[in-house]
């Protein structure tokens, strides 16, 4: 018994849900987001909630019923309230700024490190250490985010890099015999 997937979605006011088939548009104050899901699911708006209903406990369909309802949430969710992943950049003369629509990152390569706005994605870089990516659609908002903090992950022994906010770094001891002669 999926206990996600039975759970009814509660859209608020001011968005709009049209769904043809197994095909779903959402829009709303923050953009527009539409999706197609598996034809096995049956997703009904009706009265201001959206439900998902599955044909039978089949494992396959068991799987999509939740999914389904999660993404659908994680739709409204977007076109309601929108995403946001926050990065920290460390290190001595690491810094970013914003150039245009560009994203221009110093992170002690020779070169300046230029990532450019997407659709849909919205960067906000709001002193020289952190950077604030925001969007709709929330799989988007993370693979971006994830695409950033790939040009230098933070590393082990110093901590220096990009990483998410809040996020743990565990950081290793140098070298051990270091100083001893023996």
Request: with cysteine.
């Amino acid at each position: 018994m999926s206990r996600i997937g039975n759970s009814p979605i509660q859209v608020p006011a001011g968005v709009d849900v049209t769904i043809s088939g197994n095909h779903i548009v959402v829009k709303g104050p923050k953009g527009s987001l539409e999706r197609d899901f598996s034809e096995n699911m049956a997703v009904c708006f009706k009265d201001g909630v959206i439900t998902v209903k599955r044909p039978d406990d089949d494992k396959k369909n068991r799987s999509l019923h939740g999914l389904t309802r999660s993404l659908i949430f994680n739709m409204v969710e977007g076109v309601t309230n929108g995403f946001k992943k926050e990065l920290e950049v460390n290190g001595v003369g690491y810094r970013v700024q914003k150039q245009g629509k560009n994203l221009v990152m110093n992170l002690g390569f020779s070169h300046q490190v230029v990532v450019p706005e997407i659709d849909g994605i919205q960067i906000d870089v709001p002193n020289q250490n952190s950077i604030v990516i925001l969007g709709a659609d929330k799989q988007k908002v993370g693979q971006f985010a994830a695409e950033v903090r790939e040009k230098r992950p933070p590393e082990p022994y110093k901590g220096k890099g990009i990483k998410y906010a809040g996020e743990h770094i565990k950081l290793k001891e140098g070298k051990a015999g270091k100083g001893s002669k023996g």
